[in-house]
C-alpha cells in the first residue's frame, strides 16, 4: 500500500497542469447538435495533436504508451482544470479502442485506433434492442453470410451519439439456431453504408442523445468480424467488462469536485426558512458529509481498480462493484443540489442549467451499460458465488 | 502508487484471522464473565499492540499499515475494544515521551479501557457520568471526546452495575472519585487520526464479518425448493453489502496511507474513512440479522453482536452525526 508517485510521475503532472492550463476550451460544451460533435471533435484533435490522446495506448496504434497511473494522474489534473466532458468520443476512446485492443486483428488495431485518438472518427455502440436489454443474448439482429460480407438487418436502441459516429460496435445473431449466447457476433459496422438509417430520440433532459439504428440488408465485409463468427458473446463482455472498469475513472474523479462546488453552493444559497444558508441546516450539513465521505471512497476505489487493473489487463467483476456504487452516488450528489437549490431548480435558464441538466442525466447512469439491478445480480453471482435463479 | 496489499500484509492478516478464529471464536462471546483483556499479554506477544509503534518504545515490525489490517482482523473477530483503547493508550504514552508505560500497553501488562462521557467534558479536568467499557482489568482509562484524548491513571471510579446494550461486554456506569491525568492530546494531533482510523478499520472488519455470515447462510438456507440466495430480493441485499464494504476497504486503506505519511488530508480521510466504514458496519450488521430470518433475531445466532457492537464503537469520540459535522470543516486536499 502506497500512494506514492515518482519524481517522473510528479514531472508528467506539472506537465499536464502547464498543458492544461493553457489549452482547456474557454467556452462551454454545447449540450447538444452538431455544434457539440464540431466542439468534442475540435478537443480531441487539439488533445491528440500534442501528445495528450491515449495516454495509456500502445504506441503502435498512436498512443504514448505510458502506465495507468499516469492515465490516473491525467484524469485527476483533467478534473482539476474543469475540462469538458469526453463527450461523443467516450464510446471509441473506452470501449471501441480496448476492446479492439483485447480482441482485434493487427489489421483492424492498425486501421481503427489512431483514427480514434487523432478525433477524426467517433464511434457508437449497437448492443440493446427493442426485444432485449437487460437480456443482451436475446437480440434478434440478424446477419447471414453472402460471400465476403455479413448482410445485417434489424434494429438497436438506445445508441447515443449514432447520428454524429462512424463506426458501430454491432452485436448480431449470425447463428439463429445455436443456445442464444452462441450465436452471436461482434462485429464493426459502419454508419454510413446504404441500409443503415437513424432516428434520434428525444430523453427526458430534452436532448436528441441517442437513436434507434435501422439495418435493411447492410453489407459489411467478413473482415470486419471482431474475434470469431460466432464468438462475439465473450467480446461483448470484455466490452462491458471495460466500460465496468476503468472507463469512468474521469467522471470518478471529477465527483469529488462536484461535491465541493455543492458545499460551496449550499454556503452562497438560502435555506427554505429565508433565514439562514442551506449549510447551516443540520439535514444539509448530514447529507454533504456523508456526500463527500463517499466520494472520498470512489476515489479510493478508483486507485485499487488502476493498482489492479497494473496487474490484470482484463477487468474482472470488480469493476461492477464501482460502476455500482459510482452511479448511485452520482444520482445522490445530483438530487441533493436540487434540493440545496430549493424553487431555484424549477427554473433551467442561467446558472442553474448545469445542476439540472446534470441531475436528470444522472437518471441515465443506474440503467445504461446494466442497471444497477443486473449489476447486483453480477456482483451476487460473480463475485459472492450465490447460485443463479 | 499501489493501493493493493502487499503479500507480507495479506499473510498478516490471514494468519490474524486463523488466529482469532481459533482461540478467540465468537460463541465466546456469549458468556459474559469473560474478559478479551485476559488474553491481551498473549495478543501481545504476536505483536499486535506494538505495531505502530516506534522502537524506543517498545515497537517494530510494522506501522499503521499491518495495524489496521490487525484492527480489521479484530473487528471481524469482534475483539474487545480495550484491545482498540490499549493499542491507543500505548500511542499516547508514547508520544508524550513515556517510552516505558508505552512499551507496558505494547506488552500487554497494563491494558486501558474505553471510559465514554454521558455528556462532553473537559479533558483536563473530566467530570461527570462515563460509561466504563469491558475494563475490570484496566490499569488506565481512556476518554476521547470531540477535542481530544486523554489518559488516566490511578482512577478511583463509584460504579453502578448497567444492562449492557451489548451484553458481550461488561459495561457499567461511573463517576470518578480520584484520578491523575497522565496525558492529554488535542483533536488536531495524528493520534486522533489513527484513532478514528482504526475505529473505521474494526467497523470495516465486522461488515465483511457480517456480509460473511450472511452470504454463507443464504447459500444454504433453502425455502420454496431452493437456496434463498437465488432469490433476487437477497442477492441485492447482499450485493449491497458488499458494496459497502469494499467502498470502506479502498477508503480505509487509502486514509491509512495518508495518516501514516503525515499528509495534510490525514484528518479528512481518517474521517471519511470512519463514516464509510460506520455506514458499512451498520448496514451489514442490520442485513445479517434480516437475511437470518427469526433465528436471526435470536440470542443463539451470532449475527445480533455485530449490531450490538456497531452501537458502542460509534460512541468513541463522537457518534455518527458528530463525525460529519467535524467531516465538512476539514480540508479535503
Not at chain 2, 508524550?96 to 491494558?111: H, I, V
Not at chain 2, 467534558?121 to 481512556?142: K, N, Y
Request: aromatic share 6%.
Amino acid at each position: 500500500m502506497d500512494l506514492e508517485f515518482t519524481p517522473d510521475e510528479l514531472r508528467f503532472r506539472e506537465e499536464v497542469r502547464a498543458w492544461l492550463a493553457d489549452n482547456v476550451p474557454k467556452e462551454r460544451r454545447p449540450s447538444d447538435g452538431p455544434e457539440m460533435f464540431a466542439f468534442d471533435r475540435a478537443w480531441q484533435r487539439r488533445q491528440f495533436e500534442d501528445g495528450w490522446a491515449g495516454i495509456a495506448w500502445p504506441k503502435e496504434y498512436g498512443g504514448r504508451g505510458l502506465s495507468l497511473t499516469r492515465q490516473l494522474i491525467w484524469h485527476e489534473e483533467y478534473a482539476r482544470a474543469e475540462a469538458p466532458h469526453v463527450g461523443l468520443f467516450f464510446i471509441g476512446l473506452n470501449h471501441a479502442g480496448p476492446t479492439l485492443m483485447a480482441r482485434g486483428s493487427e489489421e483492424q488495431k492498425r486501421r481503427y485506433l489512431p483514427l480514434i485518438l487523432q478525433g477524426d472518427t467517433s464511434w457508437c455502440q449497437g448492443f440493446s434492442e427493442p426485444g432485449a436489454g437487460s437480456d443482451l443474448a436475446s437480440l434478434q439482429t440478424r446477419a447471414r453470410m453472402d460471400g465476403d460480407d455479413l448482410v445485417v438487418s434489424g434494429t438497436k436502441i438506445w445508441t447515443s451519439g449514432a447520428q454524429y459516429a462512424t463506426y458501430q460496435e454491432l452485436l448480431v445473431r449470425t447463428d439463429p439456431d445455436a443456445q442464444k449466447h452462441r450465436g452471436i457476433t461482434w462485429v464493426i459496422g459502419d454508419m454510413r453504408l446504404p441500409g443503415v438509417e437513424v432516428r434520434p430520440i428525444q430523453t427526458m433532459e430534452g436532448r436528441e442523445q441517442f437513436c434507434q439504428v435501422f439495418y435493411d440488408d447492410v453489407r459489411i465485409p467478413l473482415a470486419n468480424v471482431v474475434g470469431e463468427i460466432n464468438g462475439g458473446w465473450s467480446v461483448a463482455m470484455a466490452t462491458l467488462g471495460f466500460e465496468r472498469g476503468t472507463a469512468a475513472l474521469a467522471d470518478q474523479i471529477e465527483l469529488s469536485r462536484v461535491v465541493e462546488e455543492l458545499i460551496e453552493l449550499a454556503g452562497r444559497t438560502c435555506a427554505p426558512d429565508g433565514r439562514r444558508m442551506a449549510i447551516q441546516d443540520d439535514a444539509v450539513v448530514s447529507n454533504l458529509a456523508n456526500l463527500r465521505a463517499d466520494v472520498a471512497a470512489l476515489r479510493a476505489m478508483s486507485y485499487v481498480s488502476i493498482s489492479r487493473a497494473a496487474r490484470s489487463h482484463v477487468p474482472g467483476p470488480e469493476g461492477t462493484v464501482i460502476a455500482l456504487f459510482n452511479t448511485e452516488l452520482r444520482r445522490r450528489i445530483f438530487t441533493s443540489a436540487i434540493e440545496i437549490l430549493g424553487p431555484e431548480a424549477l427554473d433551467r435558464s442561467g446558472t442553474n442549467e448545469r445542476w439540472v441538466e446534470l441531475y436528470l442525466n444522472s437518471f441515465s447512469k443506474t440503467i445504461s451499460a446494466g442497471t444497477s439491478e443486473i449489476r447486483r445480480n453480477i456482483i451476487a453471482q460473480r463475485v459472492l458465488g450465490l447460485p443463479a435463479a | 502508487m499501489d493501493l493493493l496489499h502487499t503479500p507480507e500484509q495479506e499473510q498478516i492478516a490471514e494468519a490474524a484471522r486463523r488466529y482469532l478464529a481459533t482461540e478467540l471464536p465468537l460463541h465466546r462471546l456469549r458468556d459474559p464473565r469473560r474478559t478479551d483483556a485476559a488474553a491481551l499479554p498473549t495478543l501481545a506477544g504476536l505483536g499486535w499492540l506494538s505495531l505502530g509503534l516506534d522502537e524506543a518504545a517498545g515497537g517494530g515490525g510494522g506501522s499503521l499499515l499491518e495495524e489496521q489490517i490487525v484492527m480489521r482482523e479484530a473487528g471481524r473477530a469482534l475483539l474487545s475494544p480495550v484491545l482498540l483503547a490499549t493499542c491507543l493508550a500505548a500511542k499516547i504514552a508514547a508520544g508524550s515521551g513515556d517510552a516505558r508505560l508505552a512499551s507496558q500497553f505494547a506488552g500487554g501488562e497494563r491494558t486501558a479501557g474505553f471510559a465514554i462521557p454521558v455528556v462532553a467534558t473537559e479533558l483536563a479536568e473530566p467530570q461527570g457520568e462515563f460509561l466504563l467499557v469491558d475494563g475490570r482489568l484496566a490499569s488506565h482509562w481512556l476518554i476521547w471526546t470531540a477535542s481530544g484524548l486523554s489518559l488516566l491513571t490511578h482512577a478511583v471510579w463509584e460504579q453502578r452495575a448497567a444492562h449492557g446494550l451489548d451484553n458481550s461486554l461488561l459495561i457499567s456506569r461511573a463517576s470518578l472519585v480520584s484520578f491523575r491525568v497522565a496525558s492529554v492530546v488535542e483533536k488536531e494531533a495524528p493520534v486522533v487520526d489513527a484513532a478514528n482510523l482504526l475505529v473505521a478499520a474494526m467497523m470495516l472488519g465486522m461488515s465483511r464479518a457480517a456480509l460473511e455470515m450472511a452470504v454463507d447462510y443464504v447459500k444454504l438456507r433453502e425455502q420454496f425448493g431452493q437456496p434463498i440466495g437465488s432469490f433476487q430480493a437477497v442477492k441485492h441485499r447482499c450485493a449491497d453489502s458488499l458494496v459497502r464494504s469494499e467502498a470502506a476497504q479502498a477508503l480505509v486503506d487509502f486514509a491509512s496511507v495518508c495518516v501514516a505519511n503525515g499528509q495534510a488530508d490525514a484528518a479528512f480521510q481518517a474521517r471519511a474513512a470512519r463514516i464509510a466504514a460506520s455506514k458499512a458496519g451498520f448496514a451489514n450488521a442490520a442485513a445479517n440479522i434480516q437475511l437470518h430470518g427469526a433465528m436471526g433475531f435470536t440470542a443463539e445466532c451470532d449475527a445480533h453482536w455485530f449490531q450490538k457492537r456497531m452501537h458502542v464503537l460509534d460512541q468513541l469520540g463522537g457518534a455518527r452525526r458528530a463525525q460529519e459535522t467535524a467531516l465538512l470543516v476539514l480540508s479535503a486536499v
